[in-house]
């Protein structure tokens, strides 16, 4: 009777839609992230998926009780990748002790809140660490094989990317502060954090002002993993741009080891050439392996 009152009256009757199967809440692209949290994998190697039971339920939904038994894996900074600890008390930790007070695992679980809704992202955090060997690692891999790695996406990748510019940026603003050269160790610190995990040649130039201020950090030119080509017109070209009266070169050696090539002393030297018919200055070229590096004036290359 109601029903014919309502069509009597030209009223909507309300339908009823039935939410779709599996559909995620908005803005939380990462509610699954396919990553085998109870054996840690090495760098070189994929990250296999959870069982088919544990995938029945988004990790950002699991209590911790279901994963698969962590077994140890020699060699790797965490044995166990399982789960502990809850988001507030996490927080409480951050806020009462100061972020000294956390471990490095305990940082990027807490970055990955940023990209989960809620649930435990200790234990993605542990395995992206053993994975890829370090906190600093995580932070400076390439976006592209972030993006690859199972449990990660948009979300996650982008909150990485962002706090990897932000340590940057402040690392650069304080070599900006004072004159380079009286700023040695955290112009070697800022360049480390930039270039020493590169897995690609890239070559840098630090223009600098009249004082030995720095005025641009610029990147040149990307090569492969063992050379980038060079130019010392465009480089000089550059530096007249930007009112520049002095330069400090910099690239990467991948390898590791921050001896100079042949072609990386005849480079310098022509570029140093160049630049004094324009009375711009090499001041120096750095060469930054990981974790170590080579100055050309210090070993009497310049």
Known sequence: MWLGKILRRGAAVPVYRPKPVGAAPPGFAEQSAGIDYGEARSSSSRVARPPAAARRRAPDDWDGEDRPAAEPSAGLPFASTGPQGHRGRMREKLLERGPGALADYE????????????????????ALINRYGSFANVLTAPQQEL????????????????VQDAALRLSRAEVME?????????????????????KIEQFRI????????LIADEAQARGTVNHTPVYPREVVKRALELHATALILVHNHPSG????????????????AAGAVLSIVVHDHLIVGNGRHLSFRREGLL
């Open 107 to 126: 940082l990027l679980e807490m970055l990955l809140f940023l990209a989960f809704k809620k649930g435990d992202t200790k234990p993605l955090a542990k």
């Open 147 to 162: 993006m690859d790695t199972p449990g990660l996406g948009e979300h996650s990748v982008s909150a990485i990317k962002l």
């Open 178 to 198: 004072k004159p380079v050269l009286n700023n040695w160790d955290r112009l070697i610190d800022y360049l480390n954090a930039a270039i020493a995990r590169e």
């Open 206 to 213: 630090l223009f600098l002002d009249s004082k030995n201020r």
């Open 257 to 272: 080891d921050p001896t100079p090539s042949r072609a990386d002393i005849e480079m310098t030297a022509e570029i140093k």
